[in-house]
């Protein structure tokens, strides 16, 4: 069993609805991520915090908005999707963002349909 | 910038047989080399990792050897089982963030 878990495992919504992707991990992490993996693709880094700050964003179009509640707690608010969005997320955490070494451990996913 | 080819592509051998997975990386800074594993609705799982004072690392069938002077790392399976049959990513690591090879399909036939 995955030490990272995300809430729901598959997601349908059309184009107009609001929806949030919800990830958590109580390992003590400090940073967390969020990744779109197209079938057939490798994991595709969309965010990430580090100690609860937003560090990096891969330049992702404004209808996706992150959040990170507290250190165990990762959202990702979606809004206006387009088809082409349809892919799995992904949620990772690892130790810290520049911590030398150290593995990052993804949950299993949301899969995601836009209609 | 950070680039990691992989091959193949796809491989498909029979149980008990070995295969092997190679990368290679650009970026002279990347200091820890991971592998993961996704299984059809999984998430990638960690299968094992080597830092760059390292040459080769083991774990039961799994082994990753490095060679830093070419830049490149493979991942070694011993013995494959069914179950192995997955999809394989590489990684290395630089600063901060990951940089994914993009993937090899691993088919092991009973």
């Known amino acids: 069993d995955t030490e990272v878990t995300q809430t729901p495992k598959h997601l349908v919504m059309g184009m107009t609805n609001k929806k949030s992707l919800k990830c958590e991990q109580h390992?003590?992490?400090?940073?967390m991520y969020w990744y779109k993996q197209k079938a057939k693709k490798p994991p595709e880094l969309m965010f990430v915090?580090?100690?609860?700050?937003?560090?990096i964003n891969e330049s992702v179009p404004s209808r996706f908005s992150p959040e990170c509640p507290n250190s165990s707690l990762l959202n990702l608010h979606l809004h206006a999707l387009q088809p082409e969005d349809s892919a799995l997320y992904l949620c990772a955490s690892s130790q810290g963002l520049t911590a030398l070494n150290q593995p990052q451990h993804f949950g299993d996913g949301t899969r995601l349909s836009i209609l | 910038g950070e680039n990691v080819e992989q091959h193949p592509s796809t491989l498909s051998v029979q149980e008990g047989d070995s295969a092997v997975i190679k990368c290679t990386y650009s970026d002279s800074a990347s200091n820890y080399f991971p592998w993961y594993k996704q299984e059809l609705g999984k998430g990638p799982q960690l299968i094992i990792d080597?830092?760059?004072?390292?040459g080769e690392k083991k774990d039961q069938r799994i082994a990753v050897t490095l060679n830093k002077t070419a830049k490149h790392f493979s991942l070694h399976i011993t013995e494959t089982q069914p179950e192995d049959s997955a999809v394989y990513f590489c990684?290395?690591?630089?600063?901060?963030?990951?940089?994914f090879g993009k993937g090899t399909m691993l088919l092991v036939s009973p």
């Open positions: 915090y580090s100690y609860e700050k937003l560090s």
């Open positions: 390992m003590g992490h400090r940073a």
């Open positions: 080597i830092r760059s004072n390292v």
């Open positions: 990684a290395q690591k630089g600063y901060s963030t990951l940089t």
